[in-house]
């Protein structure tokens, strides 16, 4: 059973913008803490966003470029992706940690 939906992926040229979004189909966000991490082939899986009722966190490489959202109301978590590099190339995945429940992601490509 699926506890995660991601959606929103796709190909887009560097400087291109995406909006990802997590639903959660058998739960509520509420308070929990829900994070964005993305895999590329051969690579390991990186965290690149938190939310949490009262805060956001972004690891280095995408900060300032990718804001998360979140919407408790309609249950769903949004990742906006601007200024897209290659680099950002990946499985986007989303998390929550707290019941330990992994989507199974949404494919990002950036490419010329």
């Known amino acids: 059973q699926e506890h995660l939906v991601e959606s929103g992926g796709g190909s887009v040229q560097p400087g291109g913008s995406l909006r990802l979004t997590c639903t959660a189909t058998t739960f509520f966000f509420m308070n929990n803490a829900v994070s964005w991490y993305r895999q590329a082939p051969g690579k390991e899986r990186d965290w690149v966003a938190t939310?949490?009722?009262?805060?956001?966190e972004y690891a280095d490489s995408v900060k300032g470029r990718f804001a998360i959202s979140r919407d408790d109301a309609k249950n769903v978590v949004t990742l906006q992706m601007n200024n897209l590099k290659p680099e950002d190339t990946a499985m986007y995945l989303c998390h929550v940690g707290s019941l330990g429940y992994w989507g199974r992601g949404t494919q990002v490509t950036v490419s010329s």
């Open positions: 939310i949490t009722p009262s805060n956001t």
